[in-house]
């Protein structure tokens, strides 16, 4: 019973931690300008970061041994470094996008200005990830991001005209004054949403931290390919939602608060509270994990002490760099940036960055001197392969698109 509950526990909490601030931006603008012709980029991003989480949580499992850990010894320190620097800066960058979507929770409901809040916010991020279990940020938060499930149900009650809607799926059905180069630009940033590199270094390092072994290759598999899925249906929500509220009357979407209008619409003001608060944990999950991929992948690749279960005494310089990049991001958002345009900025270069990730995984994965028996089987080295092909197509448009398109607002 033991072993049931906790896989049923690592869905649920994979579903609520799938979607940050990424998802919930991207999904909803893309909702609102194309309707669903971008689900398909969605579902392709999910199958991506089910193939590789899986190699990561196997990886950790088998060799006890996180990622930064087995590139650096695998890849050489060069070839290690430039994984370490290209990860680490796009990681941050979602790091400071994470905290100021906080912030612009808590706005929603206090009325306060989120630069006002963004000190508090980014007090508390630290506070948690010195002082609270690993078990807790990941299992509170991730069942708290369950209350976005009220996108779900705000879609259902919107009653929209189904066929119709379902008549959005096709790329060809893009709304005539929209142009490719834009469609193609938010089909990029949805991947890099999907696909964020931080999600397999918190995985993979969970693992270790959390001693996993063969045993428990069959819990993180269903964390994996159902949870995950699950989390990936609830961004189909979110622009689902868009697409109904937002597209026929040509809104875009600009702030959080829009995104969370059409479960208004659908739901009242109780609805509206419950989604808020999806907002608010998955942020604040989001947050916490992102600022530990940072910590991890540094002490990894140098080799210090890390981790949650280590003392705070004999890890130092982890705890040490974690409070450095939370006042570094606390900063960032100190100038009064927009958090939306940083969220923005952070999934295409996460975009970017996605080779960086995935082709050590893929390397790793395949030695029989790490896994042995438990290395990539004929599947899984056909999807790496394939997802590594189109990682590097969408890494290498996204400059050019970002550039042509302003952003997508060309």
Not at 12 to 19: N, P, Q
């Amino acid at each position: 019973m033991k072993r049931y509950f906790a896989v049923l526990l690592g869905v649920l909490t994979a579903i609520g931690g799938f979607v940050d601030i990424g998802d919930l931006v991207t999904n909803a603008q893309a909702g609102a300008r194309f309707g669903w012709s971008l689900v398909w980029v969605v579902l392709l991003g999910v199958v991506g970061i089910c193939v590789f989480a899986e190699m990561s949580g196997r990886i950790a499992a088998i060799s006890h041994r996180a990622t930064f850990d087995l590139v650096r010894e695998r890849l050489g320190p060069r070839m290690g470094f430039l994984n370490l620097l290209g990860s680490m800066l796009v990681t941050l960058l979602t790091f400071i996008a994470e905290i100021g979507g906080v912030a612009l929770a808590l706005q929603l409901v206090s009325s306060v200005h989120h630069v006002l809040l963004v000190p508090f916010v980014a007090a508390a991020v630290w506070i948690v990830l010195w002082r609270a279990r690993f078990s807790s940020i990941e299992n509170v938060l991730g069942l708290m991001g369950l209350a976005l499930i009220g996108f779900a149900v705000a879609l259902w009650q919107l009653g929209p005209d189904w066929g119709e809607l379902a008549s959005t799926l096709s790329p060809g059905e893009k709304p005539a004054a929209e142009g490719w180069a834009t469609y193609a630009y938010f089909g990029v940033a949805l991947f890099g949403a999907a696909m964020t590199p931080y999600e397999v270094f918190f995985f993979s390092s969970g693992g270790v931290e959390e001693r996993w072994t063969r045993k428990d290759l069959g819990v993180m598999r269903a964390n994996v390919f159902v949870g995950f899925p699950l989390g990936g249906l609830l961004s189909v929500a979110i622009a689902g939602c868009a697409t109904v509220v937002f597209l026929p009357q040509g809104i875009a979407v600009e702030t959080l608060g829009q995104v969370g209008l059409p479960v208004a619409v659908a739901l009242g003001k109780v609805g509206l509270a419950v989604v808020v608060l999806g907002f608010f944990a998955a942020t604040f999950g989001a947050a916490c994990e992102t600022g530990l991929s940072v910590g991890y992948s540094l002490a990894q690749y140098v080799g210090y002490p890390w981790g949650k279960l280590v003392r705070p005494a004999q890890a130092a310089a982890f705890h040490t760099s974690l409070l450095g990049v939370t006042v570094l991001a606390a900063g960032v958002l100190l100038t009064a940036v927009d958090p939306i345009m940083v969220t923005e900025a952070s999934v295409v270069f996460s975009a970017i960055a996605l080779p960086l990730t995935y082709f050590p995984i893929l390397v790793v994965a395949n030695d029989p001197d790490y896994l042995g028996e438990h290395r990539n089987g004929r599947l899984a080295n056909t999807l790496g392969t394939i997802y590594l092909v189109i990682i590097g197509v969408v890494s290498t448009a996204a400059i050019p698109l970002m550039v042509a398109t302003g952003m997508g607002r060309g």
